[in-house]
Antibody
Framework: QVTLKESGPALVKPTQTLTLTCTFS??????????VSWIRQPPGKALEWLGR???????FYITSLKTRLTISKDTSKDQVLLTMTNMDPVDTATYYC???????????WGKGTTVTVSS | QTAVTQEPSISVSPGGTVTLTCGLS?????????PSWYQQTPGQAPRPLIY???SRSSGVPDRFSGSILGNKAALTIRGAQADDECDYYC??????????FGGGTRLTVL
């Protein structure tokens, strides 16, 4: 059974750096074709794809946030990390991680973690 | 940057058939965009429905189907039920490792 779970701080201050962890099980990010994406959803708004990391350590980011985002993986711990710098109240959202299978779709999602940016 | 467009809201009668679409602000959607569809109820994570244009995700009833209609990807729901009332999102793969969500469609069953 494939599962993913997001974890991290519920509250960060403006200008701080956010680090979220996606801990997964049931698959290996070392397996060819496997990928993990990060997605966020501000309250009452649409989902927004943020980026992804591939089995071969390739990384891709949404253009608008590329300078603030870093996605990395720790294969030994079955974890993917999302780092977002210079947090702003508009970054308040529920953050999800999801596995992308070889058909290039997000087939299993975590439950999400809510992050509020406020002083 | 090209945006992915969806109807903000659509309504359907119980038992009826409804089609939601997913287009591009510039250009046509084809199977090369690997259209996928997700269903989201309030407070829950999205649930995968359709991938690669018309393949159903595991456990999704065959009332849900995907296709390309004209220059857009489409999600058709047949025999609409009350619990189909929620938000639906499409995702297109834009190439270069980038995916983009549409703005979502709120489906009302009434």
């Amino acid at each position: 059974q494939v599962t993913l779970k997001e974890s991290g701080p519920a509250l960060v201050k403006p200008t701080q750096t956010l680090t979220l962890t996606c801990t997964f099980s049931g698959f290996s990010l070392s397996t060819s074709g496997m990928r993990v994406s990060w997605i966020r959803q501000p309250p009452g708004k649409a989902l927004e794809w943020l980026g992804r990391i591939d089995w071969d350590d390739d990384k891709f980011y949404i253009t608008s946030l590329k300078t603030r985002l870093t996605i990395s993986k720790d294969t030994s711990k079955d974890q993917v990390l999302l780092t977002m710098t210079n947090m702003d109240p508009v970054d308040t959202a529920t953050y999800y991680c999801a596995r992308i299978n070889p058909h290039l779709y997000m087939d299993v999602w975590g439950k999400g973690t809510t992050v509020t940016v406020s002083s | 940057q090209t945006a992915v467009t969806q109807e903000p809201s659509i309504s359907v009668s119980p038992g009826g058939t409804v089609t939601l679409t997913c287009g591009l602000s510039s250009g046509s959607v084809s199977t090369s965009y690997y259209p996928s569809w997700y269903q989201q109820t309030p407070g829950q994570a999205p649930r995968p429905l359709i991938y690669s244009t018309n393949s159903r995700s595991s456990g999704v009833p065959d009332r849900f189907s995907g296709s390309i209609l004209g220059n857009k990807a489409a999600l058709t729901i047949r025999g609409a039920q009350a619990d189909d009332e929620c938000d639906y999102y499409c995702v297109l793969y834009m190439g270069g490792g980038i995916s983009v969500f549409g703005g979502g469609t709120r489906l009302t069953v009434l």
